[in-house]
Nanobody
Framework: QGQLVESGGGLVQPGGSLRLSCESSGFALIGYAISWFRQAPGKERERVACMSSGDGSTRYSDSVTVRFTISRDDSKNTMFLQMNSLESEDTAVYYC???????????????????WGQGTQVTVSS
């Protein structure tokens, strides 16, 4: 198994923006579906965005659609999560994940991803 290394979390005021990055180590991202998950204290881990490997189609959870954008640069083995108009409810630890998935990324749960980042804290507060 390879590794995913995240960066870009931090403290931001409501309405602000952050961009998370996640670079693969030990394997090339090309051909992998990618996802971003988050987990807030006392809550279950939820997927906020994913991108399928075949056609590059993306999907977002209702809570972040329009505000968040998932992208990737396979030449740099890096995926990104651009987060705009951040709200206090977005406060969580964010995790990137990657896996070779045959179908649409939204059909797969977290347990089906074998490659995970270490998590990065995002805190939205004034």
């Amino acid at each position: 198994q390879g590794q995913l290394v995240e960066s870009g979390g931090g403290l931001v005021q409501p309405g602000g923006s952050l961009r998370l990055s996640c670079e693969s180590s030990g394997f090339a991202l090309i051909g992998y579906a990618i996802s971003w998950f988050r987990q807030a204290p006392g809550k279950e881990r939820e997927r906020v965005a994913c991108m399928s490997s075949g056609d590059g189609s993306t999907r977002y959870s209702d809570s972040v659609t329009v505000r968040f954008t998932i992208s990737r640069d396979d030449s740099k083995n890096t995926m990104f999560l651009q987060m705009n108009s951040l709200e206090s409810e977005d406060t969580a630890v964010y995790y990137c994940a990657a896996e070779r998935l045959a179908l649409s990324c939204w059909l797969y749960g977290a347990h089906e991803y074998g490659n995970w980042g270490q998590g990065t804290q995002v805190t939205v507060s004034s």
